[in-house]
């Protein structure tokens, strides 16, 4: 039996009000988070380049704007380990409530910062701090909003409540595109380049107010009271991690590849492969990506409530297989240049990202046992970010430009997914060994 199968199993929350808020404040949070997080990436893909890094060749400065979009990607390991380990110490909801500090602070000041013209070098080195910022807060928010939802959750549905924090995430990237697509509407080029792109950034103040409100009206879960009252408490607990679960922080990393390269290339890149190779405005591409954010929700709630019933590991497994097939389709169905048929490329990859992204919170949270469980389920969505979603606009960008085809985009996306599926297939969670148990019984 490993020591996986021998964690004590997870409490239920008795008062379903508890539940419900703590799912609230997970979601609402989170989709603020990742709302500041991702109009960083939009303002990279239509404007950063020629304001912080000015080039005579457009590619070069789309490529370091998509740079410092990686940036992030590299702090939030950092972000979760430290709140990790401050989680698994002293709360989940305090580093909820830091993390979002981090965030709404970093992202007013990028809405402030002047451009290359107005202040030279010093503006870039300004944004690559303020992005950096950005990340460890996003770094340490992901872990302690997954786990305000499972730990308290009622027995039966962690995959369910989990679902809450990851909702956040299309529901941020809903967001985010909606006002950019409003500024575009409202706003002719000249206007949204000089002052309209700023807008985003500064409305995340009114957004971080309202979560902040919520946040601190949550209380702790039941599994971390439990911890603090009892002679568990790991003294390091990312020591505890790497020592005794390194394989599962891998493998669940792995996991997490796809979900996040893709994801981040089909909301980032898209906007920029729509507008300079296919020839269209950047309202149609924005417009198709706001239209696809429902399905990709209604992916995660449906995958999450039958990972309930059937098994994490079931559900992720099938929902990876379809994601190989779409990353195969994608491309080659967006360069037909027909709207209808673009529409239905990126729903169909919408609602299959979202069906991975479903089961992932129960999966991660019930692989690692009550005490290090901020720390694991962090680092091993951390490493899988970095690895996946940090590096895909910069490579789909240079894929392009030095084979001159989508096909080589293809063929990345492809082999992200397939190291997805890989991953899932040799990672088995202690909820599907239970399961199965119970289902053989």
């Not at 129960?362 to 970095?386: M, N, T």
Request: contains cysteine; aromatic residues 12%; positive net charge.
């Amino acid at each position: 039996m490993t020591t996986l199968d021998r964690r004590p199993r997870v409490a239920s929350t008795k008062d379903p009000r508890v539940a419900r808020k703590a799912a609230l404040g997970s979601f609402v949070g989170t989709a603020i988070e990742w709302y500041d997080f991702f109009i960083y990436g939009t303002a990279a893909a239509l404007v950063l380049g020629p304001l912080f890094f000015p080039s005579n060749s457009d590619v070069a400065s789309t490529l370091a704007a998509f740079a410092t979009l990686a940036v992030g990607f590299i702090a939030r390991p950092i972000g979760g380990i430290v709140m990790g380990h401050f989680g698994d110490k002293i709360g989940r909801k305090s580093m909820l409530v830091v993390s979002l500090l981090l965030m709404g602070f970093a992202t007013v000041a990028i809405g402030l910062l002047p451009s290359y013209a107005t202040i030279g070098v010093a503006a870039p080195i300004l944004l690559v701090t303020l992005r950096f910022i950005q990340g460890l807060g996003v770094g340490g928010e992901w872990g302690g909003a997954v786990l305000v939802a499972t730990e308290n959750a009622p027995e039966g549905k962690r995959g369910l409540y989990g679902a809450a924090p990851q909702l956040g995430v299309p529901a941020g990237v809903l967001a985010a595109n909606l006002v950019f697509l409003v500024l575009a509407f409202t706003l002719d080029d000249a206007a949204f380049e000089s002052w309209g792109w700023r807008v985003p950034f500064l409305f995340s103040a009114v957004l971080v107010a309202v979560a902040m409100w919520i946040r601190l009206s949550l209380e702790e879960s039941p599994d971390f009271k439990a911890v603090k009252n009892s002679d568990r408490e790991a003294r390091l607990p990312l020591a505890e991690v790497l020592s005794n679960h390194w394989r599962t922080v891998l493998l669940a990393g792995g996991t997490f590849i796809a979900t996040n390269g893709i994801a981040y290339a089909y909301m980032v890149y898209i906007l920029r492969y729509g507008d300079a190779v296919l020839g269209f405005h950047r309202t149609t591409m924005l417009f198709l990506l706001i239209a696809s954010c429902p399905f990709w929700m209604a992916g995660m709630a449906f995958s999450a409530h039958k990972s309930d019933q059937y098994g994490r590991r079931f559900v992720y497994i099938r929902a990876s297989i379809a994601l190989v097939v779409i990353a195969g389709l994608f491309f080659p169905l967006i360069n037909t240049g027909s709207i209808p048929i673009m529409a239905f490329a990126m729903i169909a990859m919408g609602f299959i990202l979202g069906c991975c992204a479903g089961p992932q919170s129960a999966l991660f949270s019930e692989l690692f046992p009550a005490h290090i469980r901020y720390s694991g389920a962090s680092l091993g969505y951390q490493v899988g970010a970095i690895l996946g979603g940090g590096l895909a606009p910069i490579t789909a960008t240079w894929l392009y430009a030095h084979f001159n085809t989508s096909a080589a985009i293809t063929v990345y996306f492809v082999f992200l997914a397939a190291v997805s599926l890989t991953s899932i297939l040799l990672l088995r969670s202690p909820h599907d060994a239970r399961l199965s148990a119970e289902k053989e019984a």
